[in-house]
C-alpha cells in the first residue's frame, strides 16, 4: 500500500493531476515501474518530466539510470511495517510463497530469503551511494505527516 500511495501522491503533485485530469490515468502509468515494465514503454522517449517507480536494489540499477540528473525519492518504511504489510500481502498474491506463521515469516524476512532480498542491505545500498545523486530520503510515517 505505501508504494502505491507514494506513486499517487508524487504523481498528481507533478503533474498537477487536478488540473489536467491525470488523476484519471491509472497510477501504475502515471509512475511506472523500472522492473516491471507492462506496456514494454522506451522510457527514454517518455516526455519530461517522468517519475518512475522501483523496488529495485542499488547493485541491479541499469547503469544508464545511474545518473546524477535524476532526481530520486527514496521512500523508506518501518521494518515491521514492512514485515506485517508483506506477510499480508504475501498470503494472497499467488506467486509469493506465503508463510503459515508471522514468527516463520520474520525469519525469512531477517535473512532476506523474500522477494526483493534484505531490507537493510536494500536501504543500506542506496545510502552508501547517496552522494553519486541527487536523492532524498524519507520515511514513509514523515510522508504521512505531511499530508
Same mark, same amino acid.
Given at each position: ?7 499517487? *501522491?508524487?504523481?498528481? *503533485? ?17 509512475? +511506472? &515501474?523500472?522492473?516491471? @515494465?507492462?506496456?514494454?514503454? #522506451? ?13 529495485? +536494489?542499488?547493485?541491479?540499477? +541499469? =547503469?544508464?539510470? $545511474? @545518473?546524477? $540528473?535524476? $532526481? ?6 518501518? +521494518? $515491521? #511495517? ?9 498470503? %494472497? ?6 508463510? #503459515?506463521?508471522?514468527? @516463520?515469516?520474520?525469519?525469512? &524476512? ?6 526483493? !532480498?534484505? %531490507?537493510? #542491505?536494500?536501504?543500506?545500498? %542506496? ?5 553519486? &545523486?541527487?536523492?532524498?530520503?524519507? !520515511?514513509?510515517?514523515?510522508?504521512? =505527516?505531511?499530508?
Amino acid at each position: 500500500m505505501g508504494t502505491v500511495w507514494a506513486q499517487h *501522491i508524487l504523481s498528481l *503533485i507533478y503533474f498537477e493531476g487536478h488540473r489536467n485530469n491525470t488523476e484519471n490515468i491509472e497510477t501504475i502509468d502515471r509512475a +511506472p &515501474f523500472f522492473e516491471y @515494465n507492462n506496456h514494454n514503454l #522506451d522510457f527514454a522517449k517518455i516526455p519530461s518530466p517522468r517519475i518512475f517507480s522501483s523496488h529495485l +536494489p542499488y547493485y541491479l540499477v +541499469p =547503469k544508464g539510470l $545511474k @545518473n546524477k $540528473k535524476a $532526481k530520486i525519492l527514496y521512500i523508506y518504511r518501518n +521494518p $515491521k #511495517d514492512v514485515l506485517t504489510s508483506y506477510f499480508h500481502y504475501s498470503s %494472497w498474491m499467488v506467486y509469493l510463497e506465503a508463510a #503459515d506463521t508471522i514468527e @516463520n515469516f520474520m525469519k525469512s &524476512f531477517l535473512e532476506g530469503r523474500v522477494v526483493g !532480498s534484505c %531490507w537493510f #542491505d536494500h536501504i543500506r545500498g %542506496w545510502y552508501e551511494h547517496r552522494h553519486d &545523486f541527487n536523492i532524498m530520503f524519507l !520515511s514513509y510515517e514523515e510522508m504521512k =505527516k505531511v499530508r
